[in-house]
Structures are given as C-alpha cells and as structure tokens.
C-alpha cells in the first residue's frame, strides 16, 4: 500500500515562499504521476499542481501559475512544491496525492493515494 507524508507547512507572511515536500513508500514511485491539492477552510479540495512519471510534464492551477513549481526526485522518492509570493489566499491544508495514471488528470476522484496533509497559512 502506497503511504504519502507531507512536510514542510507553516506560518508565512504574504509575499514569502515556503517548500512543501512529500515523501513516497510502498510502490514504485516512479509509476506514478504525483501531485498537490488544497483545501481552503470552509471550501472544497482542489488542485494545485502535478507531474508526471519522469517528470516531463507539469500541469499547475491557473491560481499558483507562476508562482508554484512542483518537482520530483525519482532516486529518493520525493515529490516538491516550492510555493513563492504566498497570498493570503493560499491558505489551506495541503495535500500530497498519487496517481497510476500515466497522464495528469485534475479530477480528485480520479487519485488512488492520499497523504494526511500539512497547513499553510498565509499571514496578510
């Protein structure tokens, strides 16, 4: 069974950047596209951004565009998201996802693992 571990979340004021890594076990990382979803308080879960088995390919919301970049490093089975000029908001929990598609797909139905979380908070 595949088990996900973020870390990396914490209290920033706006404008700052905060690395958000996850760390991956129990499968062959990588054959699986990973990404990063958020759910604001009050609101529903959405995606952030994502990337596929090597790491080609990125798909980012049009939110964190420009700002977010995801990455992965296959050798130690770790997956990124460095996120800069933090918004208010930003805030939310984030959530590390896996997915055995070979394609990014941004449904959330559409992911097989999930991690616990980590909380980011953006203060104004």
């Known amino acids: 069974q595949v088990q996900l571990v973020e870390s990396g979340g914490g209290l920033v004021q706006a404008g700052g950047s905060l690395r958000l890594s996850c760390a991956f076990s129990g499968r062959t990382f990588s054959r699986h596209t990973m990404g990063w979803f958020r759910q604001p308080p009050g609101k529903e879960r959405e995606f952030v951004a994502a990337?596929?088995?090597?790491?080609?390919?990125?798909d980012y919301a049009d939110s964190v565009k420009g700002r977010f970049t995801i990455s992965r490093d296959n050798d130690r089975n770790m997956v990124y998201l460095q996120m800069n000029s933090l918004k208010a908001e930003d805030t939310a929990a984030y959530y590390c996802?896996?997915?055995?598609?070979?394609?990014?797909?941004?449904?959330?139905?559409?992911?097989?693992?999930w991690g616990q979380g980590t909380q980011v908070t953006v203060s104004s």
């Open positions: 990337i596929t088995w090597t790491g080609v390919s990125t």
């Open positions: 996802a896996a997915d055995r598609a070979v394609f990014v797909i941004r449904d959330i139905g559409n992911w097989d693992y």
